[in-house]
């Protein structure tokens, strides 16, 4: 039997080149770097996070003048232990507790997004 892939996310995935970060886990902070994100979260790679635990991710970029933190919940990992892709969904609570670095991250989704065009 044959399996596919089937896509599970509905918002185009949008390449930010050059934005690294941290990521706050229980056992302490760990860098990471975006490999690509949409409104709703991101691929990171750099640093094991198990599927279902929640992580404050942390980062900067020089196309915005505030650094951003958002808690995000892993819904996926990848198999491969070298590159360690995980993607990271951002929480509800993002919306009220920390608006701010939600539209400032939009932003930077957005700017890279024309930037492709």
């Not at 980062?59 to 951003?68: A, G, M």
Request: proline share 4%; glycine share 6%; aromatic share 6%.
């Amino acid at each position: 039997m044959i399996q596919t892939y089937k896509e599970k996310r509905l918002l185009e995935r949008i390449p930010i080149p050059n934005l690294n970060g941290r990521i706050e886990l229980d056992e302490g902070a760990k860098g990471i770097y975006v490999l690509d994100a949409t409104e709703d979260g991101v691929c990171v790679s750099g640093a094991p996070i198990p599927v279902g635990d929640v992580v404050l991710l942390n980062f900067e970029h020089p196309e915005i003048s505030d650094s951003v933190a958002l808690y995000a919940r892993a819904i996926w990992s990848s198999c491969d232990h070298t590159e360690r892709k995980v993607g990271l969904s951002f929480l509800h609570t993002n919306k009220i507790l920390f608006k701010e670095d939600l539209t400032t991250f939009s932003r930077l989704v957005e700017i890279a997004r024309t930037s492709l065009n």
